[in-house]
Every structure is written in C-alpha cells, then in structure tokens.
C-alpha cells in the first residue's frame, strides 16, 4: 500500500507524516498493526501531526507547549507485567530547560475505539491527572520499529482524535522517577494553568 507519492508505508518518514492530511493519516492509522506490547518499552520523543480542524489544532498545541504544564517532549513506557500485558508509563516534559515527568497513564492490549483491531493502548483513567479526568485514551500502531503513528482522544465522546508520531525509544524508561506535582494517586495533581498565550480569548470566562 502507498499512501503518498508513491511512498510505501515501510520507507515513511515523520517528516512525511507532517504532510499528510488528515483523512490520509486515518487511512494510514487503519492500515498499520498494532505496537507490540513488550516493544514499547523507554523513553520516545513525540510529535503532532494532525487535527481535525484548525481549532483543535490551535487548543491543542497550546495545551502541550504554552501552558505551565511544560513544553511537551514525549512519552515513556515500561511492561511491568509481560504475562498480563499490562504496564504503565508517563509523559515527558520540559520546564525552564529540565526534562520533567507527570501526567502518568497505564498501558495494555484492547479493541481499538477506530475500528475494533487489538491495539496498544494508553489509559489516563487510573490516575488523578487532567487526563484522567477527561478519561483521555490513547492508542499506538507501529509503521516500523523505532516509528509510531499514534492517535489520542479525551472528553466524554472522545472521537475525532488527533494524530501524533513516536520515536525511539531514545532513553530507557526513569523508574526512579519524581512526580513533579504529586504523586498522581492519591490527589488531583496541583497545576496551576493560567490562559497566558491562550488561542481563544474570547471564551475565556
């Protein structure tokens, strides 16, 4: 299959996935097998790659790289327990030049919201983050080893998602960790997000 240019899925590059629309990416997303579960395993870098519309877009990169939360990097992964298939893993971020880690979420195996195939799932749900809150869901297929198209969902319906891609792994996964606001069980996590830069001021109550 060739999704652009003539392009086989096997020779895409990030770069390439930048390029391609949104309706292409969900073709391609369709296409792809699952990540292994035990591959999944590190620290990977991320990047969006595709909305559904230009506001979206525009709450979504804010939200990941404008707010106090950080400047997002990436995700990392670790399959505490291979025999059941379940793991655990958190997001990557920066803040004032120091990588940070919070907003944890748990990993397994399950039937994709897109199209019912067995998936490599992330589950925000588990944790008191703003993602658990939302119930955010996000789900990981391979296009090869080391490079990942990737979608998330959040909010009650969930669907239409965004596109991301992962890369790597580029570290091995920090188990010994520091939970910048909280350990992320017990309590909400106390992030103080202010609407500085915020793309639509106007609904800002």
Do not use: Q
Request: glycine share 8%; aromatic share 12%; charged share 35%.
């Amino acid at each position: 299959m060739n999704i652009s240019n003539d392009i086989a899925i096997e020779n895409l590059k990030k770069e390439d996935l930048k390029e391609l629309g949104y309706n292409k990416l969900m073709e391609l997303y369709k296409s792809l097998p699952s990540a292994d579960f035990e591959e999944m395993d590190g620290d990977y870098d991320s990047c969006m790659v595709g909305f559904i519309s230009e506001i979206k877009e525009k709450g979504s990169i804010w939200w990941l790289h404008k707010t106090e939360k950080g400047d997002w990097l990436g995700k990392s992964f670790t399959p505490k327990s291979k025999s059941e298939r379940r793991g655990e893993g958190y997001n990557r971020w920066k803040i004032e030049g120091k990588e940070v880690h919070h907003m944890r979420f748990l990993t397994d195996m399950v039937e994709s919201l897109i199209d019912g195939k067995i998936t490599f799932r992330l589950k925000y749900a588990s944790f008191k983050n703003d993602g658990g809150i939302v119930d955010m869901t996000d789900e990981v297929r391979r296009i090869r080893k080391g490079l990942y198209l990737c979608l998330g969902m959040a909010g009650p319906e969930k669907l239409p998602p965004d596109f991301f891609y992962l890369t790597g792994p580029v570290h091995d996964y920090d188990h010994s960790s520091e939970w910048i606001y909280g350990d992320e069980v017990e309590k909400h996590t106390n992030i103080t997000v202010t609407y500085k830069n915020f793309p639509f001021p106007d609904e800002i109550k």
